[in-house]
């Protein structure tokens, strides 16, 4: 599945030779759906955010070896992967699913891949925010990845909460139209709305 924001060769070959913008672009990219997936592992938003940022920390000390966005995407899911089987280990959690991903490599596998794709779908619902015009995209950048209140974003833009509330709405519209587009609308409103409950790390 392919991100919905384009990152360009000349990026990433920005981002091999130690441009901090170029890291910036591939974080804001990844980052999100990263924590996702890592939290289906840890069950905790600040772990699975702790693994997230690790794992692009280990990126940026081997960036010289990744000129290429999928050999990027595979590194950090696998990075994440391998350091929440080792902290599920480390803490011995006695939950039934985490005894499986924890003793057998092939449940571990099929879990992963399974929330992989689903991190790689938000991965594309995040880009399609990215292309809406700026006063919509920030209304819900805010909401869904700075996981602020309507009130918080209302203090911030200095506008009033139902003003705020009213570019959600139309900015929502607008995503929902270009992922019908794309034929990706029912998938991705059953995963928005598991994101919108807050159900993520659960």
Known sequence: MNGGIDINQAI????????????????DLLYRPLCFFAGKFTGQKEEAEDMAAQAFHKLWLRREGFDALPAIRSFLYTTVKNQCLDLIKHKAVVSHAHQQLATSPEAADSFAESHRMQ???????????????EKYRLVLEMSFKEELTVPEIAQRTNKAENHVRADRSRALAMLRASLKDQHLLEAALVLWSIYEAGHFYR
């Open 12 to 27: 990433l070959t920005d981002f091999s030779n130690g441009d901090e913008a170029a890291f910036r672009q591939v974080f």
């Open 119 to 133: 991190a790689e779908l938000l991965e594309l619902i995040f880009g399609q925010i990215a292309k809406l015009p």
